[in-house]
């Protein structure tokens, strides 16, 4: 009767140890996946760098402001987003247009000073928003995926005949510059002269 007893607690020991075990594994398990859910949730949904969180940062939020000449157009894309896009005045009316894309989780603001080094060797500087990002309609990025195919349409609404065509990008806007770079390396038109990549 005693062993009886014996193994009787035993095995309810054994039960309890593997309730605690399937109980810690589900717990680990809604962990990973609120988790995970909650990483693409921000990944896709970029803090948005306007031209409020540009003058609360001290950065120009105008081409003028860093001594620059430009047009702002607002440029609708095939799945009817619009981006809000600078098309800025170069120093050297022969040299290449050069279209920056910037990185995730910034915005055409925060490429003004960039543009301004570039503006002595461009006919003219592109900067625009990435979808997802700064003034851009669209609610989401897609980190790459849509954004290669934006870059390659705003090229209609920039480009000069006869120039060639740098591409800029920086992170985020780097993945996006060289997949584009790929799309256009069939094409006659654009004429792609470089591609700068900054930490791709």
Partial sequence: ???????SGSSHATMRGMGLLVLFAVAALLIVVVGSLALAHRMTHPNRRTMGV????????????????????????????KTPMWIIKGDQTDGPVVLATHGWSSSRYGMLRL???????????????????????ASITTLGVRETDDLVELLDHVMIEDRPLVLF????????????????KGRDSP??????????
């Avoid at 543009?115 to 309609?137: F, K």
């Avoid at 990008?169 to 256009?184: E, H, I, K, M, Q």
């Avoid at 004429?191 to 791709?200: F, M, N, Y």
């Fill in 169 to 184: 990008g920086s992170s985020l806007g780097a993945t996006a510059a060289l997949r584009a770079a790929v799309v256009l």
């Fill in 191 to 200: 004429k792609l002269l470089g591609l700068i990549l900054q930490a791709p």
């Fill in 1 to 7: 009767f005693g062993l009886l007893i014996l193994a």
């Fill in 54 to 81: 540009a003058l609360a940062h001290g950065l120009p939020v105008e081409p003028s402001e860093v001594g620059m000449e430009a047009d702002q157009i607002v440029v609708r894309l095939a799945d009817e987003t």
């Fill in 115 to 137: 543009a301004a080094m570039l503006a002595p060797h461009a006919s003219r500087i592109v900067l625009y928003d990435l979808r997802g990002h700064g003034e851009s309609t």
